[in-house]
């Protein structure tokens, strides 16, 4: 048998969390994940929640600062496994 870290599934206010509050339990949980320490789930429509938050309050004016691959990119680079229950 395959040894696997504990998982842990996030919420989207997790996920939000997470990402933009460091000291956070879910910001702790995504610094372990990041260690291999434990495994993070979260669903597709969480990501979606993230990118309706960053497209629309991280701007310069009117317009998004990060493209749609860079986004694409930060969703790659994150150490959670995207799942659909």
Do not use: C
């Not at 260690?35 to 990118?51: C, D, R, V």
Request: aromatic fraction near 10%; charged fraction near 20%.
């Amino acid at each position: 048998m395959d040894w696997r870290p504990p998982g842990y599934l996030l919420t989207t206010s997790d996920l939000v969390h997470a990402i933009f509050d460091k000291n956070s339990d879910a910001g702790k949980l995504l610094v372990k994940a990041t260690l291999g320490e434990i495994e993070l789930f979260a669903a597709p429509k969480s990501w979606n929640a993230i990118l309706w938050l960053i497209t629309n309050t991280i701007k310069d004016g009117s317009k998004p600062i990060y493209s749609g691959v860079q986004l694409g990119e930060l969703k790659a680079s994150l150490p959670i496994v995207w799942r659909a229950d």
